[in-house]
């Protein structure tokens, strides 16, 4: 497959009002569970300090159930709330790609494919979305595509690949 992929390549049928509030509902539920997973110091997950850098820390907790490794970062941004809610910017196909210029070397294409809650004046970042991205993998590896199920509110996205 040759990425970029042609702007019509995806034709995604309407969902129905059902399934539009299934999406959404599942999106909050990520959001709430991944804002309690992220809890640093006294959370439901024991993270431990991997790495320390000036300004980025990154930690590391394993989910000994599943058999899974869990990392997260912390970053200081300087700017207002609205600055940094304008650089996250991911409710159109030309928003996400430029959100992930700058933050995702590794993506090689981008689409918004469903979007629930476009955004408005009083609120840009509780829209929630299903988006598509191909990301470039290490070599010997083939490139990974998913569909993700998006939700930025609380100032984070929340992903769910399938």
């Known amino acids: 497959m040759k990425f970029p992929l042609p702007i019509d390549y995806f034709q995604c049928p309407t969902?129905?009002?059902?399934?539009?509030?299934?999406?959404?509902?599942?999106?909050?539920?990520?959001?709430t569970s991944l804002v309690s997973t992220a809890v640093l110091r006294g959370g439901s997950v024991a993270w431990v300090l991997l790495s320390d850098e000036t300004e980025l820390k990154i930690y590391k907790a394993?989910?000994?159930?599943?058999?899974?490794?869990?990392?997260?970062?912390?970053s200081t941004v300087v700017g207002t709330l609205d600055e940094v809610v304008d650089v996250f910017q991911t409710h159109t196909t030309e928003l996400i790609k430029d959100c992930k210029r700058r933050v995702g070397k590794d993506l090689l294409d981008v689409a918004t494919l469903y979007d629930f809650n476009p955004p408005h004046e009083t609120s840009t970042i509780n829209n929630v979305g299903i988006i598509y991205a191909a990301m470039k993998s290490p070599p010997f590896v083939a490139d990974r595509?998913?569909?993700?199920?998006?939700?930025?509110?609380?100032?984070?996205?929340?992903?769910?690949t399938g």
């Open 145 to 160: 595509d998913s569909v993700m199920l998006e939700c930025p509110s609380w100032s984070g996205c929340v992903l769910m």
């Open 15 to 31: 969902l129905s009002v059902g399934e539009t509030n299934k999406f959404k509902a599942q999106a909050k539920d990520n959001v």
């Open 62 to 74: 394993t989910d000994r159930l599943r058999g899974l490794s869990m990392y997260i970062s912390r």
